[in-house]
Nanobody, 116 residues
């Protein structure tokens, strides 16, 4: 089992920045991919960014050049640096981990609101 805890969400003005963190605990040795998804009201959950255990990343087209995903030195933490935020980035952001088993784990989500 893997537990994921997100933090770093909040209210920010358009053009501002936020950094989300996700800490994994439990059977972290089994994780080979982590990522961030988001879900806005009335919309489906969508991939924002993901990173593999060897550092390969991919991003949604809507966030390329603005968001950066990275992993901490301990490899059980993943970050999402969000710059140049737009109102359309407003959503609940979820951390996801994919294990080699291949079970999928989700965090509880953190709200990001971009508004003036």
């Amino acid at each position: 089992q893997v537990q994921l805890v997100e933090s770093g969400g909040g209210l920010v003005q358009p053009g501002g920045s936020l950094r989300l963190s996700c800490v994994a605990s439990g059977s972290i040795f089994s994780i080979h991919r982590m990522g961030w998804y988001r879900q806005a009201p009335g919309k489906e959950r969508e991939l924002v960014a993901a990173i593999t255990s060897i550092g390969i990343t991919n991003y949604a087209d809507s966030v390329k050049g603005r968001f950066t995903i990275s992993r901490g030195n301990a490899k059980n933490t993943v970050y999402l640096q969000m710059n140049s935020l737009k109102p359309e980035d407003t959503a609940v952001y979820y951390c996801r981990a994919v294990a080699r088993t291949p079970d999928i784990y989700w965090g509880q989500g953190t709200q990001v609101t971009v508004s003036s």
